[in-house]
């Protein structure tokens, strides 16, 4: 789990929120029960001091003690229904006190006596012994009759209302956490539910590329910020793909503009620099321009080269292709090259290798690879070209004991026009479109592009081609190349 | 012989026809599709250069109408674009041969010559400059008797220059004709092989026959037809 994703952390603030919700509500509940608990109480003590009241005052005068205490046993039946009852005339004798109540809640003979003026029927009592402490609701209520002046004090155990406070509490303490807990996962998988149409599109977006400048996100028809954001996205990329397209077309017909007066330019001045009485002073300055015109020729094809690699090439001339023997016999074409600038080309004899694709753009990947290495690689270095069939993946690899490339120049070596060391390779007339060459062929090949380079030592360009199933195709072509 | 170049570029145009004229060609220019194919109508020729982008009426139409009402008509198109695709696509449209911008003027002669069978490339077994001698049944060369050894490139290189002795051929011809177009842009490994070439035929004697013209390329002579032309 991501402790930084949008899901985990919206799940972590649901479930905060959740518990201050429960803890509140819990609280409140607690609270509210215990008052209403307290109160419905009070009303039943109140209700049996006015019958109790109602006996003393209905008792004629002099009245025996033990006739009221009958006539409260019997109409009150404080035993019975656990409340406490004790009626003393004052100033201070008893004349009635209920019996231990039938649940053993309290102790009768333990109650202390309240003073005589009338107390409310909320006030809490405690009482008792240390080990066994006695929390009563005990009220009193003065009263005069003929029959003389009396307090009635009247009480219940608070251990039934404490009883039920404890449980809702153990209650709310247990389903807390686990309501908690549920509300989080829910939370979590709601929320990552909610998202999974934005990880689609993430996964959609991510595959696009400059080669599929068509492909369109799936709009989520949700009504909703996705829908504007699948819709927004694809305006994005038409946007996009205008853009890319227009800017093509002008590199494709720029390139293309140039070449009719290319023509024209070279052929005025080859006619120049043939002809018997042009000075010779001349026909070197002539000559001069001519190999200025050369580059630009060679700049142009690479620029259209480029453009229509962008594009995208038809891949109806792709075949099986033997990248062991095409680098091998194209080595050999190079290798003079290479001795010419006292470097040595090796390139083993290797087993057969295949890949897909078009024949010549696959020669001109190597080409361009060897030609760069035999430029970096001083007098009495190596350049070493060979393919190997690995597991996944074909690679052809270019080694050389070159100048290598600084670190910062690394990320740009397949840039269009740059050169790691401008002086030089523009002296070698080299345009800085070779690696970038290069690069989209194998793009247009679904083969990726690496280098390893140690400053000083040399370097090794790799390309990977994604291997051809094995099966009879590849034999039919291995029998046939 | 009478050649039409359709072609809209003015200047471009007027070289070609410069050349073609001072190779004792009859040639007639139309600047555009529609003029082109009002002259193929009007007048026989025996050749037809068609540039592929033009106003009015576009080369590839021309291209096919020139085709159904000329069948026999040797059609060579001249094209900015080098898509293999492209150049498959005319051949099919009915082009009997295709060159791309920029050209060598040298290049676009031999292309002609070519399609006029005027002056079939030369396809004879032995070529000869001086006492330089080139079996193509052998593939031997000698000079002044002696036998020289060649390596397969080089015997390339001197094959193609000896095709047309005189003429300077540019690198990128050499180099599109003995290698390929995946070379494209390297060619420094002509001067490479020419200068090898040079050290196995020509130090030993004294009459040289490799020259080199600046900004162009190489050419076969027996002597220098002007000072000018110099020894590297």
Known sequence: MNHRSLAFRLAVWYALLISATFALVGTGMLFGLGQYLRSSLADSLRRRSTQVQQILEQAPAGVSDAAIAEAINSRVAPEFNNRFVRVTRLPASLVYRSGAPADQSFDPLAVPSLAPRPVPFRATVQSGTADHIQRLVLSATPLATASGRYLIELGSSLDSIDALQQRLLRLLGMLLPALVFCAAAAGYWLVSWALSPVDRLSQMAAQMSVQNLEARLPVVPSGDALQRLSIAFNHLLTRLRDSVLSSRRFLADASHELRTPLTVIKGELQEIIEHPEVPSALRDRVGSVLEEVARLEHLVAGLLSLSRLDAGEAQREWVEVDLAALATGTADQMRLLAEDRGVQLQSPVLPPVFVRGDRARLKQVIVNLLDNAIRCTPRGGFVTLQSVAAESCNVLEVRDTGTGIPPEALPHVFDRFFRVDAARSREDGGAGLGLSIVKSICTAHGAEIEVDTVLGKGSCFRVKFPSIAAGPTLQLGGAGS | ?232
Not at chain 2, 100 to 109: G, I, S, V, Y
């Open chain 2, 1 to 232: 012989m009478r050649v039409l170049i359709v072609e809209d570029d003015r200047k471009l145009a007027q070289f070609v026809m410069r050349g073609l004229r001072a190779e004792r060609f009859a040639i007639d220019h139309a600047a555009d599709g529609r003029e082109g194919q009002g002259f193929l109508n009007t007048y026989p020729y025996d050749l037809l250069i068609l540039d592929l982008m033009l106003p009015r009426l576009s080369g590839a139409e021309l291209l096919r109408s020139a085709r159904r009402s000329h069948p026999s008509l040797p059609i060579l198109v001249l094209t900015a674009r080098d898509a293999t695709e492209d150049k498959v696509r005319q051949f099919e449209a009915g082009a009997d041969d295709y060159l791309t911008k920029p050209f060598d003027f040298a290049e676009l002669l031999v292309r002609i010559k070519a399609l006029l069978r005027r002056m079939p490339v030369e396809r004879a077994e032995v070529l000869r400059i001086a006492d330089l001698e080139l079996n193509r049944l052998t593939q031997q060369v000698r000079r002044g008797g002696q036998r020289i050894e060649l390596t397969a490139k080089e015997y390339g290189v001197l094959e193609y220059l000896l095709s047309s002795p005189g003429r300077v051929c540019s690198r990128t011809m050499i180099l599109e004709h003995v290698w390929d177009q995946s070379f494209e842009g390297v060619t420094n490994i002509v001067d490479v092989y020419v200068r090898y070439l040079r050290r196995k035929l020509d130090d030993p004697f004294a009459l040289k026959l490799i020259h080199t013209v600046r900004g162009v390329g190489y050419c076969l002579r027996t002597e220098a037809a002007h000072e000018a032309i110099a020894r590297e």
